[in-house]
């Protein structure tokens, strides 16, 4: 089983959805990273958080510690939004553990 | 140059040459690490550098070598390519390496390797 785990692998949305991507870890960490990258793209850095919420535009990202999960949300979908989103978390023993991705993929 | 960057974008490869990645950023961080993205798998770290003057292995370190002379670049070397190696490389780096306070993580564009 792999140490960082995001859901689901793929989505597909329509323009103007909502979106929830979700990211459990199984070890200790002192912070986790969401990240997105477009096709063919670099990897762009959205959200660094060790507790409670973060909010950049309509992007929300959220942490709970005590059940080791996190979550992506997206309000008001776009098509620019397609990308693939990366969930990786910093352990205690300051190892980065990335997930596998979701791809994302928004139709107008 | 901001942030972070790469070269090349693109390369293809003989098997049995030698290949050296540049990477250079102006954030003045610590650490930097180099990763290799392969389809289906998460970003694997190749080797790592938490200050100038050290370098550590990551998860899949064979057939690569790291040096760390300063604090702006970070080149990875494959001394002698083979197939398996032909991949996405990206280098990215952070405040610090250790700690609770090793800040946001920022990535180059990205090296699309092919070995032949």
Redesign the interface.
Known sequence: K?E?EQSPQNLTAQEGEFITINCSYSVGI??L?W?QQHPG?????LF?LSSGKKKHGRLIATINIQEKHSSLHITASHPRDSAVY?C?V?SNT?K??????TRLQVFP | IAGITQAPTSQILAAGRRMTLRCTQDMRHNAMYWYRQDLGLGLRLIHYSNTAGTTGKGEVPDGYSVSRANTDDFPLTLASAVPSQTSVYFCASSRSGTGANTGELFFGEGSRLTVL
Do not use: E, K, P, Q
Request: proline share 0%; charged share 10%.
């Open positions: 792999n960082v002192s912070a990273h990240l793209g670099g990897i762009v850095s660094m990366i990786a910093r300051d980065l553990i990335f997930g596998t991705g």
